[in-house]
């Protein structure tokens, strides 16, 4: 069974653009997590997506933004880049979503913002 | 509110030697306890968890985990290092109303010396 994909693996980008990343979860999952992890910050949840509803939402700036397609694949988007967003973004997925159910992460998406 | 504090950024162990982990979690209702490993360019693997029952946890590659409650710790242990456990581990806690939400530690990086 393939694992979690994230896409793109890497990416350069500019102050005030925006980017999309986005995850592809293990075949049969249906939750799916976003996080961000900084060298300053550490892992810091972003949001979870159930079946297409957002079910879980960390303290990040609206700038960040995420969404789920009837496939389970998800995307999240940051808006406006700050420098600050620099940092290596993992999804996770799981069946169900909850605490009994394991979460498998990719590999992550790293994000350089100039 | 949950937290996770992690005693010690670095760690350097020799193979063959114990590997100790120090993990102590804040939570106002009952726990659920992860170790995660990260190794370089690659996302987190679950080690073991801590939900329900038995507080002495064994997890993959080896390693285990005490949860005492009455020290609000879940240290990681390892009786025999291996080159192969050079890595970044992570302690996280959840809780029920949580659901997939985690909270992680600031991370510890073991060095395995030869």
């Known amino acids: 069974k393939a694992g979690v994909t994230q896409t793109p693996r890497y990416l350069i980008k500019t102050r005030g653009q925006q980017v999309t990343l986005s995850c592809s979860p293990i075949s049969g999952h249906r939750s799916v997590s976003w996080y961000q992890q900084t060298p300053g910050q550490g892992l810091q949840f972003l949001f979870e997506y159930f079946s297409e509803t957002q079910r879980n939402k960390g303290n990040f700036p609206g700038r960040f933004s995420g969404r789920q397609f009837s496939n389970s694949r998800s995307e999240m988007n940051v808006s406006t880049l700050e420098l600050g967003d620099s940092a290596l973004y993992l999804c996770?997925?799981?069946?169900?979503?909850?605490?009994?159910?394991?979460?498998?992460f990719g590999p992550g998406t790293r994000l350089t913002v100039l | 509110a949950q937290s996770v504090t992690q005693l010690g950024s670095h760690v350097s162990v020799s193979e063959g030697a114990l590997v100790l982990l120090r993990c102590n979690y804040s939570s106002s209702v009952p726990p659920y306890l992860f170790w995660y490993v990260q190794y370089p360019n690659q996302g987190l693997q679950l080690l073991l968890k801590y939900t329900t029952g038995a507080t002495l946890v064994k997890g993959i590659n080896g390693f285990e985990a005490e949860f005492k409650k009455s020290e609000t710790s879940f240290h990681l242990t390892k009786p025999s290092a291996h080159m192969s456990d050079a890595a970044e581990y992570f302690c996280a806690v959840s809780n029920k109303a949580a659901g997939n939400k985690l909270t992680f530690g600031g991370g510890t990086r073991v060095l395995v010396k030869p």
């Open positions: 996770a997925s799981s069946f169900l979503g909850d605490f009994l159910n394991e979460q498998f």
